[in-house]
């Protein structure tokens, strides 16, 4: 498992190093990931890897994750309450953009896989 963390790690210290170095708008896990996707795109781990693993480990508390926003909201809450409408806005819109790219994504999909 460590290996496995270590890719990881590894990921999101590439995506962090390309971020500085080329003045990228985008957060550095956010690249680490896409170069975590592409290499596991690459190269399949087999099913016991030490990546496999400790991911599964990692998902069974990715509620913890939820933790500091929810502690973020009632500090602030007054900040958020003066902020109602627009925040409600946004998170609709979001949820709106997020909905409907997970929807084109399952129709590319399903037409990539009956196409093959």
Not at 78 to 101: E, F, Q, Y
């Amino acid at each position: 498992m460590l290996n496995g963390m270590m890719w990881l790690l590894g990921c999101q210290l590439v995506g962090e190093v390309l971020v500085r170095s080329l003045d990228l708008p985008v957060p550095g896990p956010v690249v680490g990931m896409v170069i975590l996707f592409a290499l596991l795109q690459w190269r399949r781990p087999e099913t016991g890897a030490g990546l496999l693993r400790i991911s599964d480990r990692m998902l069974r508390h990715l509620q913890l994750l939820f933790i500091p926003p929810g502690v973020g909201i009632v500090a602030y809450l007054g900040a958020v309450r003066n902020d109602a409408v627009p925040i409600t806005g946004a998170l609709l819109v979001s949820w709106l953009a997020g909905l409907v790219a997970v929807a084109l994504l399952v129709v590319l999909l399903t037409r990539r896989r009956s196409a093959s």
